[in-house]
């Protein structure tokens, strides 16, 4: 599977990533369920068979199921830390030293001395969320990355806006945000604005956590569509602003089946040249009968 730069962070990744998200939420009607022994097995079983299909990027966090996530990636790690690029997340509130103690458990955790990219976990940033961040959780940060505990400093948004004044700030260079099919206002705003500034992005909702799909069941029960999974990555993997699509992997058949698109998938058009406003779309359409 060919690599994509992580931005400036001199690190490449799949295009593709596994979430660790999965590894903490139970899902009984796919039988789904990481917090037995069992799932707790089919989770490692499923990240080696990630890693030897070249899905390199694993993205975890403290704050999935209380650290299970994390513990159940560290099984891993213990085997094959060099075989991955590794991703965490402390919350973006907390104070210096809690992000310092957050920072110390999940490197137990994950059995490993240093975490690629550790994120700070946010959903939106209001002024006085983007102050604390500056003035306190990233100079923390910034003293475990001198230390050597951490390589790279992100930080994570629901509503990437609220993280543009963080884009003027080069000690961030990795920025995960809710982008995919059904929520693309990022491409009007943030990511041109993260492209200018060579940071290194990737997406969370990638597959749309399954909203489009159950809308679709109910505003068109019984009619013949296309693969609205498939649709949803192809969309963010044909986005060349994009590093890496973060995807809930559980099952082997789910890492083959994406990781083969992610290895075949060629698109027609670089998504981020595509017209986001009416009149720049009737002047592309119009371009086209044109020529």
């Excluded at 992580?6 to 593709?16: A, D, K, Y």
């Excluded at 390199?56 to 891993?76: P, W």
């Amino acid at each position: 599977m060919q690599k994509r730069p992580l931005g400036r962070t001199g690190l490449m990744v799949s295009p593709i990533a596994a979430g660790g998200a999965a590894f903490a939420y139970v899902h009984q009607s796919a039988g789904w369920d990481p917090t037995t022994p069992e799932g707790g097995k089919a989770v490692e079983a499923m990240l080696d068979h990630a890693l030897d299909r070249g899905i390199n990027y694993i993205d975890t966090a403290a704050a999935y199921g209380n650290g299970h996530s994390e513990t159940l990636v560290g099984r891993v790690m213990a085997r094959r830390r060099g075989d991955c690029v590794l991703a965490s997340k402390v919350w973006a509130d907390f104070t210096a030293e809690a992000v310092s103690a957050s920072v110390e458990d999940s490197l137990r955790r994950l059995q490993t001395d240093h975490i690629d990219v550790m994120q700070l976990h946010g959903r939106m940033f209001g002024p006085a969320d983007v102050a604390h961040v500056l003035d306190v959780s990233l100079p923390a940060l910034l003293r475990l990355k001198e230390a050597g505990k951490i390589g790279h400093i992100g930080i994570t948004s629901e509503e990437p806006f609220t993280l543009l004044p963080f884009l003027a700030h080069p000690e961030i260079e990795v920025y995960q945000i809710a982008y995919n099919l059904i929520y693309q206002a990022s491409a009007r705003h943030f990511l041109p604005a993260a492209a200018k500034a060579g940071v290194g992005v990737v997406t969370m909702r990638t597959m749309t956590s399954g909203i489009l799909q159950r809308q679709m069941q109910l505003l068109a029960p019984g009619a013949t569509m296309p693969d609205l999974y498939e649709l949803a990555l192809k969309f963010v993997l044909a986005d060349s602003r994009i590093a890496s699509a973060i995807i809930g992997l559980r099952f082997a058949e789910e890492v083959d089946r994406n990781a083969a698109l992610a290895s075949s998938f060629t698109p027609a058009e670089d998504f981020a040249t595509l017209p986001r406003l009416t009149f720049e779309v009737y002047k592309a359409e119009d371009a086209r009968r044109d020529t």
